[in-house]
């Protein structure tokens, strides 16, 4: 697969790749394309490499004996990032690192799949960078992200769409969804709004007065 760097100076988001599933070579390559910077967590360096890709940022804990260094001559130039707190994932620490860079916004692959305890966390972890990134998670079958308060975008008739709450969502109202949601209140284990689907082509507003509300875009 060859490299990225099409664009430069951010103006399109980052790329991190975690250690999930990994999706199809098409949505990476679509990705690549767009991506002025990829970061990779150390536990999926070996399998990025095998695919051809120019990685620019190595980061993880390292343990285990992970030899970070071994990659320098590999991947030349690659910027590698020690980040040994325990008390945070190595994505939410890549993150942190983007942040820190003052990049605003980031797509994620390979955060699904896998292990269902790193898929339920890489998902819903989102919502404390809600000031900070706009972050997208993808794989091969969904698209997802934290809602603003008002959300507005137009769809073609039929696009499934889940709304996915992160505890409890209230106030929340839509136009254009088959089920529509009227100052309707959603809680995630009890009654979430899963597979809804756009009522006739145009624009979808979801609004919502308080909560964490996270939106699947789904294909099967």
């Known amino acids: 697969m060859s ?9 399109e988001p980052a790329l991190i790749i975690a250690n999930g599933a990994a999706c199809s070579e098409e949505l ?3 990705l690549l394309e767009w991506s002025p910077l990829v970061i990779v967590l150390d536990s999926a360096i070996d ?5 051809g890709i120019k990685v620019d940022v190595l980061l993880g804990d390292f343990d285990r004996g992970f030899d970070a260094d071994s990659y320098k001559e590999k991947q030349y130039p690659i910027e590698i990032v020690h980040t040994p707190n325990q008390d945070k994932t190595d994505l939410e620490k890549a993150f942190d690192y983007l942040i820190n860079r003052g990049i605003p916004a980031v797509n994620v692959v390979w955060a699904t799949g896998k292990r269902t305890d790193h898929t339920i966390t890489n998902i819903t972890n989102i919502v404390q960078f809600r000031n900070q990134l706009k972050i997208v998670i993808l794989d091969d079958h969904s698209k997802v992200f934290l809602l603003p308060n008002k959300f ?7 696009t499934p769409l889940s709304l996915i ?3 409890e969502v209230s106030g ?3 136009q254009n969804l088959y089920y529509p949601l009227e100052n309707d209140t959603l809680t995630i284990g009890y009654r979430t709004g899963s597979s809804n ?5 145009g624009i979808v507003t979801i609004e919502h007065e308080k909560g964490d509300l996270l939106l699947m875009e789904c294909w099967d």
């Open 28 to 30: 990476l390559g679509q």
């Open 165 to 167: 709450p992160i505890g």
């Open 47 to 51: 399998r990025v490499l095998e695919l």
């Open 172 to 174: 929340i109202h839509s």
């Open 3 to 11: 490299s990225h760097h099409i664009v430069r100076d951010d103006q």
């Open 197 to 201: 689907h756009v009522n006739h082509d």
């Open 152 to 158: 507005e975008k137009w769809y073609p008739k039929n």
